[in-house]
């Protein structure tokens, strides 16, 4: 439960508002590189922490993330002209270099000097492994980007992907954290039969109520669900929270599964959902990808077979008009009924990805949390919450740099499945497999099952 | 720039705002004849200065402006029966007439006087050359309507066209105060060599930035754009904006057309854009030169009308398919914005500002002077209302809207605006101030 206050403030990430502020402290993905495929190609609306800002890759390839409002009378910059290493306003042929100065302003007198006191709003971008990386805040010079591992893979290897989902960025990520809904929302028709003996699958339907334990960590939070496995053993589940939006969760095996999810907001009621993974991380396991969107690989034909995929609706110039589903909430996700009522699926809405996004959604678009009942098994988001929200508050009162902003190494971290002898630390006995960028050709994908 | 109260105080126009109080001292255009073809015909849903109300021609042809909602208990007129000179609610059959006196009340008992007793809204009306003008300030007696000659040129000489722009109205306005953005958002794929020598376009061309010249005047502000011509002349393109959303615009050569245009809020966000344009009689047209007179906007670029209040003379090309732009012609400078058609240009620039764009946080430089200067007068007349009770200007001042724009060669060194006075002020023999119709 959180108060009014509490829930606005964690919430609301607009230009002024404390987790705003936070946020503007780090890089946040802002668009796929191949939305802006070629120089001089098409500008972009993009919708970012509440600021409508239009993208472009100019001439010299480089990638301008500026204010959509001309400086002059405000027409929309979409429309300009991406031309000889800047966007000119089609309305009066102002010309703005990726970095906001006016580098062009052919309705004045060539006499004047007024060019140089105009400058458009216009962040710093990088481009790393299919991401287009802003950074909104205050420095002068920004911090380095987190050392997310899954964003660093080479060529070939990695795999990049955007979903639209319509509500709070918190309210998505509390689902990522919120382990004990895969027993039912994702798994609920399942019984033992369906999973091989001995594999993780199997434990986690075997036993759907885990027991859980939580650590704030330098980047975030970790928790892990433990619940018994075979003789003497028992099976973990680990996630991470980093600040400020990203989740590496438990599925797969830890030491193998590299993938990063983040959240970040469009506004306080639009989420883009960017899965960086690698591209064997579904694969491997047979499992389906989250997201297949119409740039995205073919998967394997064992995957294929079990994949429900992500069928998608055509990208559109609108502020949210890229990558959405075509399952959503205007045709209730495609929920069938009948399916739901014989217990062929538990919901009865094809996808996993859509299933989370079905209830994250119908929440509401900002769901009010004085309203929630919060239990044993919701640990981790509570401690989220509060990091989230200490930090904003010391961030705002005594200008404390949040979690991870100076401190990319903090970010080279893992999450997903280990089976541990009973009564193991379960801090010391992972610490190695928590490790990013540390191959493990000793560890066995099939234990995950799938 | 403006403050966001200087902005708020400048754009808003519903009942009780001190810009709505202004533009109710004003004859305004409401619906296009048309829209109403016949008598008894189907009501048509008006959306004017923030208030909703129902337009409808009666028996005899008159216009009624009535209240959307019917004073008894809200059901909308808009289905009422339009019969026997009136406007009947279905609800419970109410029926008001043209001046919205409630002429029947026959779910009351036949000896009740209750319909003395009720009146709808109904605002007076206009009907000359097409148009319909609507009065709804607090005069008893209406002021004259405005002398524009284009709508005072009869039956088969004039043109209306009408674009539903949904922003505020002055971001509309605004554009016609700034000649400078012709050479970039219209013409900026046009090159010189591609001109005639000895044409304005060329001159254009080979001088996109022009100096501006701006000067208050009776009716408001006016502004001459110079460019140079040939060695010992000037070529001037000169328009006005009229009190309180008229603007005459500067294109073709002054003298040979006559047109105006109005931008009419339907509220704070949405505007109907009127085009009026009338051919001076020939005769009465200076020598030599070709008129260059536009036809009404192709019905093709439309979408069909509905009946919503949102529903009138809404174009294809809109936001919701970014007006069709077309990148690749964008690209290759087949065209500068790869949008189709001047008026969508127009509106796709100032659309995308925002329904009511925050002017805190514009730059505005030397060619934006008429801007500032109009935006000035315009809050400085509706405080004098609002504080003094002084009438705006053009109110009662019909003449001063007899006025020409367009473009001129003058020789370099003579005053644009004194030298212009005779050629500007022209006013048609055959131009009459009658109304067609009245109510």
């Not at chain 1, 970790?222 to 619940?227: G, I």
């Not at chain 1, 907001?265 to 997201?291: C, I, K, W």
Request: aromatic fraction near 10%.
């Amino acid at each position: 439960m959180l108060t009014t206050k509490d829930n606005e403030t964690v919430c609301r990430v607009g230009p002024d508002t404390p987790m705003g502020k936070l946020m503007r402290e780090y890089w946040v993905p802002a668009l796929l590189s191949r939305e802006l495929p070629s120089r001089d190609s098409d500008p972009v609306r993009v919708m970012l922490l509440g600021e409508k800002l239009i993208a472009f890759r100019d001439t010299n390839g480089a990638v301008g993330l500026i204010q959509n409002h001309c400086p002059h009378r405000g027409a929309s910059l979409f429309f300009g002209r991406n031309e000889e290493s800047g966007l000119r306003c089609v309305y009066h042929g102002w010309k703005f270099a990726h970095d906001g100065t006016c580098v062009d302003m052919p309705n004045e007198p060539a006499e004047s000097d007024f060019r140089t006191k105009v400058k458009a709003v216009a962040y710093p971008t990088q481009e790393r492994g299919g991401i287009v990386w802003a950074y909104l805040g205050p420095r002068a010079t920004p911090p380095p980007l987190p050392d997310l591992e899954a964003n660093m893979l080479p060529e070939g290897q990695r795999v990049a992907q955007a979903v639209l989902r319509e509500c709070n960025w918190l309210q998505a990520l509390e689902g990522d954290i919120d382990t004990s809904h895969l027993g039912f929302l994702h798994h609920g028709a399942k019984t033992d039969a369906d999973y091989r003996p001995g594999t993780f699958a199997y434990y986690a339907v075997h036993d759907r109520a885990p027991r859980y334990q939580v650590v704030d960590t330098e980047y975030g939070a970790m928790y892990a669900a433990y619940r018994p496995a075979g003789e003497g053993q028992e099976y973990w589940r680990y996630a991470q929270f980093l600040f400020p939006f990203y989740v590496m969760i438990p599925s797969g095996v830890m030491g193998l599964q590299i993938w990063t999810r983040a959240w970040v907001p469009m506004d306080d009621e639009h989420v883009m959902f960017y899965s960086m993974h690698h591209a064997n991380t579904f694969s491997q396991r047979g499992l389906p990808p989250r997201a297949v969107d119409p740039g995205a690989s073919t998967p394997t034909p064992e995957a294929a077979a079990l994949a429900i995929p992500m069928r998608m609706q055509p990208n559109t110039t609108d502020w949210f008009g890229r990558f959405r589903l075509i399952q959503n909430a205007s045709n209730d996700y495609l929920i069938d009924r009948d399916k739901q009522r014989r217990r062929l699926d538990y919901t009865g809405i094809p996808g996993i990805h859509q299933q989370d996004q079905a209830v994250t959604e119908s929440m509401g678009t900002i769901f009010d949390r004085t309203q929630e009942h919060l239990g044993s098994s919701d640990v981790m988001l509570i401690r989220v919450r509060r990091r989230l929200l200490a930090a904003a508050e010391a961030l705002a009162s005594n200008s404390v740099t949040p979690p991870g902003v100076d401190h990319p190494e903090a970010y080279a971290v893992r999450g997903g499945g280990a089976l541990l002898p009973r009564g193991a630390d379960w801090l010391q006995a992972t610490a190695e497999l928590r490790k990013a960028f540390v191959d493990h050709p000793e560890l066995d994908p099939t234990i995950a099952g799938g | 720039m403006l403050n966001k109260q200087d902005n708020e105080y400048l754009c808003r126009i519903g009942p009780g705002t001190p810009m709505g109080d202004l533009m109710r001292q004003y004859w305004i255009p409401a619906i296009r004849s048309d829209e109403l073809p016949e008598p008894d015909c189907a009501p048509l849903r008006v959306k004017l200065l923030g208030e909703e109300l129902i337009g409808f021609r009666t028996t005899t042809g008159e216009i009624g402006l009535v209240q959307n909602n019917c004073p008894h208990r809200g059901a909308s007129l808009f289905f009422g029966r339009n019969e026997e000179a009136g406007l009947r609610c279905v609800y419970h059959g109410w029926k008001f007439d043209v001046a919205g006196n409630c002429v029947d009340m026959p779910n009351e008992p036949a000896e009740s006087d209750f319909k003395q007793k009720v009146k709808a809204v109904a605002y007076p009306t206009r009907e000359r050359n097409g148009v319909v003008w609507a009065y709804m300030g607090p005069r008893q007696t209406p002021p004259p309507l405005p002398d524009f000659e284009a709508n005072m040129l009869g039956e088969g000489s004039y043109s209306i066209s009408i674009i539903h722009r949904p922003c505020n109205w002055m971001q509309g306005w605004e554009g016609e105060m700034d000649t400078a953005h012709q050479a970039f958002l219209h013409s900026g794929a046009v090159r010189v060599e591609q001109t005639r020598p000895g044409t304005f376009e060329h001159y254009i061309a080979k001088t996109p930035a022009p100096l501006l010249s701006v000067v208050d005047t009776d009716f408001g502000t006016s502004y001459g754009g110079s460019r140079p011509a040939e060695e010992d002349t000037t070529y001037w393109r000169i328009a006005h904006m009229l009190f309180p959303f008229f603007a005459m615009i500067p294109t073709g050569a002054m003298g040979h057309e006559v047109r105006f245009a109005a931008y009419v809020p339907m509220d704070d966000e949405h505007t109907l854009h009127w085009e009026i344009g009338a051919e001076i009689p020939e005769g009465e047209r200076p020598a030599g030169a070709t008129r260059a007179r536009r036809g009404a906007r192709a019905a093709e670029l439309y979408r069909p009308n509905t009946t919503d209040w949102y529903g009138r003379f809404n174009m294809i090309q809109d936001s919701s398919n970014d007006y069709l732009i077309d990148r690749e012609a964008q690209r290759t400078w087949k065209s500068y914005t790869g949008i189709d058609g001047v008026r969508q240009q127009d509106m796709a620039v100032t659309e995308s500002m925002g329904p009511i764009m925050d002017r805190s946080k514009e730059h505005l430089g030397t060619t934006d002077a008429l801007i500032i200067r109009t935006r000035r007068k315009l809050i400085a007349a509706a405080r004098a209302l609002r504080e003094r009770g002084v009438t705006p200007p053009g109110v009662d001042t019909p003449e001063v809207y007899r006025q020409r724009s367009g473009g001129v060669i003058l020789p370099r060194g003579v005053d644009w605006w004194s030298g212009t006075a005779e050629l500007r002020s022209r006013f048609s023999a055959s131009a009459s101030r009658e109304p067609t119709r009245s109510a």
